[in-house]
């Protein structure tokens, strides 16, 4: 079975911080995690002393590890439960928002 990860990377609307974070560690990861495929989600914050650093545009990333062998079915059943999934809270700015999947080598 091959590995990758799911690199997600975003910042919470202004003074809303808390708010993102209470439904990343209460709802949204472990809900992912749940769905098969998923082993895990590393969250990180960017460093303090990064803050100005324009190459680092985004406060959270998170890394989900999962494992399967067909990467656009595993994408398409977990675009389909998404229905399934607490709804993304107006802490989360959708505006500047990246991710992309990248696989073991």
């Known amino acids: 079975m091959a590995r ?12 809303q911080d ?3 974070n209470r439904w990343l560690d209460e709802d949204h990861i472990p809900e992912l995690v749940e ?4 082993v895990t989600c590393h969250r ?6 990064e803050a100005g650093n ?14 399967t062998d067909d990467l656009v079915a595993t994408k398409a ?7 399934r999934l607490t709804p993304l809270p107006d ?3 959708q505006r500047d928002m990246f991710y992309a999947y990248y696989k073991a080598r």
């Open 4 to 15: 990758y990860v799911q690199l997600v990377m975003v910042n919470a609307r202004e003074g």
């Open 35 to 38: 769905m098969a495929g998923y």
């Open 91 to 93: 802490a989360l700015d």
């Open 77 to 83: 059943r977990i675009d389909a439960q998404r229905h």
């Open 54 to 67: 324009p190459m680092s545009p985004r406060r959270y990333m998170h890394l989900y590890e999962f494992e």
């Open 18 to 20: 808390d708010d993102l």
């Open 44 to 49: 990180f914050e960017l460093a303090p002393e």
